[in-house]
Nanobody, 120 residues
Framework: QVQLVESGGGSVKAGDSLRLSCVAS????????MGWFRQAPGEEREFVGQ????????VIADSLKGRFTISREDAKNTIYLEMRSLQPEDTAVYYC?????????????WGQGTQVTVSS
């Protein structure tokens, strides 16, 4: 019943910034983490970062630390991905995901994705 809707993608120039949003509708109280992933054409899906909902702890992929941050707005059932200093290699479809208890390595719910295109 959980539905995730991403928004905020678009076409930007290298060096620009974007903030993606993910609104969770019907989120279960069993949901303990939400994450961001991205996938470029011809490449495997890549982990971007996650946030633990009960305490706000975040994890960002090592290669993206310092440029990407994740935050939450609980009253809006929304998490954000703020991306700074975007580069062409950041071009991808960005997906929001949610993981319910019991803890598993795979996420349980996925959004449809939002396209981010960075031109040089």
């Amino acid at each position: 019943q959980v539905q995730l809707v991403e928004s905020g993608g678009g076409s930007v120039k290298a060096g620009d910034s974007l903030r993606l949003s993910c609104v969770a509708s019907g989120r279960s109280f069993r949901t303990y983490r939400m994450g961001w992933f991205r996938q470029a054409p011809g490449e495997e899906r890549e982990f971007v970062g996650q946030i633990i909902l009960h305490n706000g702890e975040t994890v960002i992929a090592d290669s993206l630390k310092g440029r990407f941050t994740i935050s939450r707005e609980d009253a809006k059932n929304t998490i954000y991905l703020e991306m700074r200093s975007l580069q062409p290699e950041d071009t991808a479809v960005y997906y929001c995901a949610a993981d319910d208890l019991p803890a598993t390595i795979d996420y349980d719910y996925w959004g449809q994705g939002t396209q981010v295109t960075v031109s040089s």
